[in-house]
């Protein structure tokens, strides 16, 4: 009976979801705010990688709750992890290979992170991703040699970024009335130094979310 | 004064608690304090010109619907007003009952002010997917913050919150994906605009999908059992805020939903059945208890009934009795859980049969109480009568027999109300107990003070109701009145 009851339920959703599907125009140039950003975006903004456009610029408040999202799930973590207790265990040491060629990769790794932040505004990527590929660095150190992070560089870090990001938001306040308005020069688009704030705040976005990725990461090491 | 300022003053001061803990980790505890003073004085300073005009931010200086945009009326600014006004109390609580010299406490504070900003983000923003995003903000950080104890009964309450309050968020995040598939815009305002060139039926997935995920954290019956649990293994300040101001938030949401953005009077019916039967579940389910904390916690579940069912009245007279009884509420069972942190301390257990004779021993603390609960009950002269009156009053206008039986159902829920909390006071105050251990003191002078100041603000306005029942009034003219929403926004 109650399997019976569920099973309608299910229905009753999946066909109000599919009929909510079809309605959708996929493909065709209906959707309205998609178009403006479309045709206007690079004019407006200065930056050709349109996603970034509309995630730094158009809603960039949205990117700043997303920031603090993260900032609050690594600081949770934090806390929770604080009152656990680690485990003392005999652990085999890395081989010769991976603990020098960890430590040969780690820059490159973190170059390419840096390339992926700084060129947020003109191809694929920005700061969520610039962060996660620096993380995934510190990640490989703590797998490959017996190394730990400097916790509070990185909590500075942290704060710091975040600092940064409202900052240039209420700079915009303050010289033309709107919150994360882009009030430096626009530039020629598709150059380094193009489209204003965009690349400042995706550099910020960028040291914080690599910071607090390696932080959630020495959180959960189950051994220090 | 910009009213984004409400919402970016306490991100930037969360972020600032680390930079300050490295000059001196013990100034940590009055910075979220300091911050929630600021947005006091911000909302105050608001409120007399958006109860003329709406003020419409626009972040990043396009037009709408392209940018997201605060709308910042009467609803949003009382409600940054409570919010403010309950954290800036309990954090004050909170710099003797947390303390705050070690990393934990750090965490503690940073996360209490970033639970806030959420809250203050959801009841500014006129963007449902920016509503979503503080919504999240709110509640990731109570999650963490009902674990703070670090109680194998903290953590297993906080993973079971944080599952079904993903699972929520899950589901307000498909809604808004059908809702943007439909409509090609986000800004609530725009969709309200166009919600009737839509289909009703295309519409319905959506709306049931908001309304579940934010019923969660409102605790709507069936959606409410990790409440209890996550409310009553908090520390007393978190439960506070969390039965104070979050899940008020989740109704707070609801109500934006059903009345601005999709105009859905036809549900109303519906949702007052839940708020019946949700009332009538949290306060049986309270008077059962015989822990305090988890008492509270489910007569939360009972007010929240009862709020949702006179929002659901849908008259100007049933909203504005609705957003009464949420500030009654919050001001009410923030005191309660305030008062009975510091009696639970003492006594060294939840159990409500240890609180005997705390009257004499914590005279103060049990006066909170007693208040607290006279004002939830709703008897004069404490706000809660007001509250209460205005409901009963704006179901009986309504003439019609089944809302005559739904104000007999309020009045049998304040009984049962009645009852659990008299037999608390009466162990309070009437039950001898041996003078053994002479350890119980009262509590300290930065906890007391946060209780007096709800005390007089409960019986403030519960002589005065006037002070507040004009601002309610165009509160509720702003949920109800769709077309003036949408010519604040595009300025038609």
């Known amino acids: 009976m109650r399997k019976f009851i569920s099973l309608i339920l299910v229905g009753i959703i999946a066909s109000g979801i599919t009929l909510s599907l079809l309605k959708i125009p996929f493909g065709t140039p209906k959707t309205k705010v998609g178009n403006y950003y479309l045709n206007r975006g690079i004019e407006q903004t200065g930056a050709v990688n349109i996603v970034t456009s509309v995630v730094l610029n158009y809603r960039g408040f949205d990117t700043l709750g997303e920031v603090t999202v993260l900032f609050i799930a690594a600081l949770g973590l934090g806390m929770v992890t604080l009152t656990f207790k680690r485990e003392k265990r005999e652990i085999q040491p890395s081989s010769f290979i991976l603990s020098v060629g960890s430590r040969f990769l780690f820059p490159f790794i973190l170059l390419f992170g840096t390339y992926i932040f700084l060129h947020g505004h003109l191809s694929p990527g920005g700061g969520f991703q610039g962060g996660a590929i620096i993380a995934s660095g510190f990640l490989l150190i703590y797998l490959g040699c017996k190394r730990e992070i400097n916790e509070k560089r990185f909590k500075l870090t942290e704060s710091l970024a975040g600092l940064v990001f409202l900052i240039i938001g209420l700079m915009g306040l303050y010289f033309s009335g709107y919150f994360l308005f882009n009030f430096l020069p626009k530039g020629v688009a598709n150059t380094l130094f193009s489209a204003g704030i965009i690349p400042l705040i995706y550099i910020a976005i960028g040291f914080k979310v690599g910071a607090e990725l390696a932080g959630i990461i020495n959180d959960l090491m189950e051994e220090k | ?492």
């Open chain 2, 1 to 492: 004064m910009n009213p984004v300022l409400l919402i970016v003053i306490p991100l930037g001061f969360a972020f600032f608690i680390p930079l300050l803990g490295f000059i001196s980790r013990k100034a940590e505890k009055f910075i979220p304090s300091l911050a929630l003073l600021i947005n006091i004085i911000l909302s105050l300073s608001l409120l007399p010109s958006v109860m003329r005009k709406p003020i419409i931010v626009l972040l990043g200086g396009f037009p709408p619907p392209f940018c997201i945009n605060l709308f910042v009326g009467p609803v949003g600014v009382i409600f940054s007003l409570i919010i403010a006004i309950v954290g800036f109390l309990v954090s004050i609580y909170a710099w003797s009952y947390i303390g705050g010299d070690g990393k934990r406490e750090e965490k503690y504070h940073m996360l209490y002010l970033l639970l806030l900003a959420g809250a203050t983000g959801v009841v500014l923003t006129g963007d449902i997917f920016n509503l979503f995003v503080f919504y999240e903000i709110l509640c990731i950080s109570s999650y963490a913050l009902v674990a703070y104890l670090g109680e194998k009964a903290g953590v297993e309450s906080a993973s079971k919150y944080l599952i079904q309050g993903s699972v929520g968020s899950t589901l307000i995040l498909i809604a808004i994906g059908l809702l943007y598939g439909q409509f090609g815009t986000l800004n609530m305002a725009d969709i309200a605009q166009n919600i009737n060139t839509i289909n009703p039926l295309h519409l319905f997935i959506p709306l049931v999908l908001l309304l579940t995920g934010l019923g969660v954290e409102a605790a709507i019956f069936p959606l409410n059992a990790w409440l209890p649990d996550a409310h009553s293994s908090a520390p007393s300040t978190i439960s506070a805020i969390l039965s104070g101001i979050a899940i008020k938030i989740g109704i707070y949401a609801m109500a934006r939903v059903v009345f601005t953005i999709f105009g859905a009077y036809q549900i109303l019916l519906f949702l007052i059945l839940l708020g019946v039967i949700t009332l009538l579940v949290g306060e049986l389910s309270a008077f059962s208890q015989n822990n305090i904390k988890r008492m509270l916690a489910y007569s939360s579940i009972g007010q929240m009934g009862l709020i949702l069912l006179a929002l659901s009245i849908g008259t100007v007279e049933g909203i504005s009795s609705g957003l009464f009884q949420i500030f009654t509420h919050a001001f009410s069972k923030s005191l309660l859980f305030l008062a009975a942190g510091y009696m639970i301390y003492q006594a060294g257990s939840l159990k409500i049969s240890s609180l005997e004779g705390m009257g004499k021993k914590m005279p103060l603390s049990s006066l909170a109480f007693s208040i607290g609960a006279f004002s939830l009950i709703g008897l004069p002269p404490f706000m809660g009568f007001g509250s209460k009156f205005m409901i009963i009053r704006s179901l009986l206008e309504k003439g019609n027999s089944l809302f005559t039986t739904l104000a007999g159902i309020v009045l049998v829920g304040t009984v049962i109300e009645g009852a659990y909390f008299f037999k608390v006071i009466q162990r309070l105050y009437f039950k001898e107990t041996a003078e053994s251990e002479g350890g119980v003191k009262e509590a300290p002078v930065g906890a007391l003070l946060p209780m007096i100041f709800l005390v007089v603000l409960i019986i403030s306005i519960g002589v005065y109701p006037k002070m507040i029942t004009g601002i309610l009034n165009s509160c509720a003219g702003e949920l109800l009145n769709r077309l003036e929403y949408i010519k604040a926004v595009f300025g038609g």
